[in-house]
């Protein structure tokens, strides 16, 4: 039996944050095959918390929580062990390739478990995780869907089962209304004053309210909204950037981005009621959501009425489901006119497009199609793995397939390991053509973009279309074959295509979609045209003329703020 002085003694230490001590003198005083799992489990996450962690650290400790989840027969333990090595294995198995192999072994664990105990919701959530990131969206919706019916409190189970749907065609638009109305109920609502009650009055120009956890680094959106602030009607709107992750991570275009705002708020380190209070004490009257569903810890903000008129756009390419948002922005190619009842918000349709890109700060050069160099056609995609679905995998395969000697590149935003789409592929026979990029190789923006010159032919994904590469890409003269859809996030890319007045890569079925990508491969003449047009003309499009785009955005949010006044 365990000395109780020595379990003691352990359990200080590891209190104490003394992990090293709780490694040596676990290992000195028991081997492995002897060690109680407890012990085992304790070892372990001292291994995982413990300063400068290393690969091997890692690898020990998933065998540690092995051990433990082998020799446990108590549920709780056993399911915490089996946790323990899931989110060990996720958040280490794009660092190091060695640990593919474990997360394999995390999903035969985990199915036994699963067969063994039945529903636990701290499984399931953990499941949740395990299947997301080994890219099996038909398990993590299942996982999400038991965890939903069982009454799960989980904001961030909520959101995850309403963002995961729209990478699958499994959910219809009608089927996602109806889960988002019932959305708000996994929020607080929070005590506010008022907004009769707030002089806004004293307010000198309207104050409009950008709030995000992205303002960081050289996010996306940054790209889309600096220049859009810049070119707003100054002796009208006072711009707030509302921003909730830290100041440290600011540069490159979210620097530009905080320097367009008129006044710039970080509210880190505040909490939800906190926030709301700030933000209504600065007499904010329009308050715009960046986030969506993507931030379940944040996006409660707006599920009270903080602002007279509140605004979905950009962040999340859907309803948010709140009833307090008023409006999301959208346009005549995302929501069509018979379609806005699916929507919890009222929709503001900008004339043109949605959103504008503001382009980059470095030269454009007019590069040749690479095949005249490599004597191969070389598709890529630089979406997010998670879009790359099992219907995108079996249409991109029948491309390479028709397209003799061609190669795929895929380069992902999100740290997915490699190993679980290259399966995908594997199954269709054409993993050896698939080529990928690592994420950290390419961090500076400019090094991403230059790997445009490598494509002749981009990819979008469906129904979960891609936004931003498909803007880099048009911007660097590449063609985009792209999947019409069924609703606002399925229709990103028709609605890009169709303002830069190039619908001929568009396609409304697999079938088309295989034809127009195998029919431009081979028509090599067709392809450069094209990708000269592409070049010379899309600066001149709607997609990023930002000064036309600021102008019609501030029109239309005229238009529902007055419209609130008069009621």
Not at 525 to 549: G, H, P, V
């Amino acid at each position: 039996m365990l000395d109780k002085i020595f379990l003691d003694s352990i359990k200080q230490l590891f209190i104490k944050k003394k992990y090293l001590e709780v490694i040596s003198r676990v290992e000195e005083n028991y081997d492995l095959n002897d060690r109680p799992p407890g012990l085992s489990n304790l070892c372990a996450i001292s291994k995982i918390l413990k300063p400068n962690i290393t690969k091997d650290d890692i690898i020990s400790a998933l065998n540690d929580f092995e051990h433990c989840y082998r020799k446990s027969d108590i549920n709780p333990l056993k399911v915490e062990a089996l946790c323990n090595y899931i989110t060990a294995c996720v958040k280490n198995s794009q660092k190091y390739i060695e640990i593919t192999k474990y997360f394999k072994k995390a999903k035969e664990m985990y199915q036994e478990c699963e067969k063994e105990i039945g529903y636990n919701e701290k499984l399931f959530m953990h499941g949740v995780d395990l299947f997301k990131y080994s890219l099996d969206h038909k398990k993590n919706r299942k996982l999400l869907k038991e965890l939903i019916n069982n009454n799960t409190k989980s904001k961030i189970i909520a959101c995850a089962y309403s963002y995961m749907s729209n990478y699958t065609y499994d959910w219809n638009q009608k089927d996602y209304f109806e889960y988002s109305k019932k959305f708000k109920d996994f929020f607080p609502k929070y005590t506010t004053k008022n907004t009769d009650e707030i002089n806004y009055e004293k307010n000198k120009k309207i104050k409009i309210g950008f709030v995000s956890k992205d303002f960081a680094a050289n996010h996306s959106i940054t790209y889309f909204l600096k220049d859009t602030l810049k070119h707003l009607n100054q002796s009208k709107f006072e711009t707030y950037g509302v921003s909730l992750s830290d100041d440290i991570f600011l540069k490159g275009s979210s620097l530009e981005l905080k320097n367009n705002f008129d006044k710039w708020l970080n509210f880190t380190n505040l909490k939800n009621e906190e926030i709301i209070n700030e933000l209504q004490s600065h007499r904010i009257e329009i308050l715009i959501d960046f986030m969506g569903l993507y931030h379940a810890d944040r996006i409660e903000i707006f599920n009270s009425r903080v602002s007279p008129l509140q605004i979905s756009w950009l962040g999340y390419p859907n309803t948010v489901g709140f009833p307090t948002i008023d409006y999301l922005v959208t346009d005549k190619n995302l929501i069509k006119k018979n379609e806005e009842k699916l929507y919890v918000e009222k929709t503001i349709n900008l004339p043109n497009i949605w959103n504008c890109h503001s382009g980059f700060k470095f030269d454009r050069e007019f590069t040749e199609s690479p095949f005249k160099k490599n004597k191969y056609i070389t598709f890529g995609s630089f979406n997010n793995f998670l879009k790359i679905s099992d219907d995108v995998v079996e249409v991109w395969s029948k491309i390479l397939k028709k397209v003799n000697h061609s190669k795929l590149i895929l380069k992902s935003s999100l740290n997915l390991n490699n190993e679980f789409i290259l399966e995908k592929f594997e199954e269709y026979g054409v993993h050896n053509s698939i080529e990928f990029y690592a994420k950290q190789d390419f961090l500076n923006v400019e090094n991403h973009i230059k790997l445009y010159k490598e494509v002749d032919i981009a990819l979008d994904t469906f129904p979960y279309n891609g936004v931003t590469t498909t803007f880099e890409a048009l911007w660097s003269g590449v063609p985009v074959i792209v999947m019409k859809g069924y609703n606002m996030n399925s229709r990103c890319g028709e609605s890009i295509l169709i303002n830069a007045k190039i619908e001929s890569f568009l396609s409304s079925n697999k079938e088309e979609y295989v034809n127009k990508a195998v029919d431009l491969s081979n028509d090599r003449d067709k392809l450069e045209a094209e990708r000269k047009n592409i070049f010379e003309n899309i600066l001149k499009s709607s997609l990023f003329d930002s000064k036309q785009f600021s102008t019609d955005f501030q029109n239309e949010i005229f238009k529902v703020y007055n419209r609130k006044l008069d009621n």
